[in-house]
């Protein structure tokens, strides 16, 4: 079986580091050796799973580029880097004909994947890389296209909680918005409750305490106008390594499908998981 070469970009973030050493340890795939990182970023490298990985900024990656595409078999670029950056990384993938399995939420979501229309990539675009919230988001999606206004006339509530360092309000709480607003909810993304402190995280929502710097925890609740009816859906995640296996499935995906041919495509994570 030929191994599955994969760039990890975003290092040395936390998450990178956890899908990195995943990778690095998965059978069939192999670690580039090289990360895309941010201009604040001072490391010349870092150390994941005893390989060294060496860190490149955005004013030098398009010179060292020919350097890693001739030295590397053709490779998955995968990006868990700054919701800033999407759009431009996403241009420097399509420009140098990498294709990528997009973790990283935020920037502007229609240019991203149209960026990717146009070009002659494939990619995996997905706020979630967690395969069974994604599989709760394709419940949801069902729910929505055949029980249109099923929840009319509630009221909807939604808390998401993250990590400090997580600058935007959550992919996976936009998507869940988007199917109470077809199941008959009038209701924002800009109303969604967005934690983001520690202390709050602590005595309110009761995160423990190992695991305020990585978490992510979702509630959604439904009030009837009398509020004689509530219902309550709730996804909380400690830690990081529910991402691992599905970005390892959404590479494997993505080679699959450029071996077949696909350019100019963009999938999901209900993609990947449908096979």
């Given at each position: 079986?030929?191994?599955?070469?994969?760039?990890?970009?975003?290092?040395?973030?936390?998450?990178?580091?956890?899908?990195?050493?995943?990778?690095?340890?998965?059978?069939?795939?192999?670690?580039?050796?090289?990360?895309?990182?941010?201009?604040?970023?001072?490391?010349?490298?870092?150390?994941?799973?005893?390989?060294?990985?060496?860190?490149?900024?955005?004013?030098?990656?398009?010179?060292?580029?020919?350097?890693?595409?001739?030295?590397?078999?053709?490779?998955?670029?995968?990006?868990?880097?700054?919701?800033?950056?999407?759009?431009?990384?996403?241009?420097?993938?399509?420009?140098?004909?990498?294709?990528?399995?997009?973790?990283?939420?935020?920037?502007?979501?229609?240019?991203?994947?149209?960026?990717?229309?146009?070009?002659?990539?494939?990619?995996?675009?997905?706020?979630?890389?967690?395969?069974q919230i994604v599989g709760l988001q394709a419940m949801m999606a069902y729910g929505a296209e055949t029980f249109p206004d099923l929840f009319k006339g509630y009221r909807l509530a939604v808390t998401e909680s993250h990590q400090q360092g997580k600058a935007d309000t959550s992919g996976t709480a936009k998507a869940m918005v988007s199917y109470f607003n077809a199941m008959g909810i009038p209701f924002g993304a800009d109303q969604i409750r967005m934690v983001r402190d520690p202390q709050t995280q602590r005595t309110e929502l009761g995160i423990p305490e190992a695991h305020l710097g990585g978490h992510g925890w979702h509630t959604y609740t439904l009030t009837s106008a009398d509020q004689t009816v509530t219902f309550e859906f709730t996804h909380n995640v400690n830690g990081r390594d529910i991402y691992t296996p599905g970005v390892l499935d959404a590479v494997a995906f993505l080679v699959k499908k450029i071996t077949k041919g696909a350019t100019g495509s963009v999938f999901s994570m209900i993609d990947v998981l449908k096979g």
């Open positions: 079986m030929t191994s599955i070469h994969v760039m990890i970009n975003g290092l040395p973030g936390n998450v990178c580091r956890i899908i990195a050493a995943g990778v690095a340890a998965g059978e069939g795939f192999t670690l580039v050796p090289w990360s895309l990182t941010g201009p604040e970023i001072t490391d010349e490298t870092c150390t994941v799973a005893g390989k060294t990985v060496r860190l490149i900024r955005p004013e030098g990656r398009d010179a060292v580029m020919a350097e890693i595409v001739t030295s590397q078999a053709p490779f998955i670029s995968v990006d868990f880097t700054h919701p800033t950056a999407v759009n431009a990384n996403a241009d420097f993938y399509c420009r140098h004909n990498l294709p990528f399995v997009m973790g990283t939420t935020g920037g502007d979501r229609e240019r991203l994947a149209e960026t990717v229309r146009q070009s002659s990539i494939a990619a995996v675009i997905a706020p979630n890389m967690a395969k």
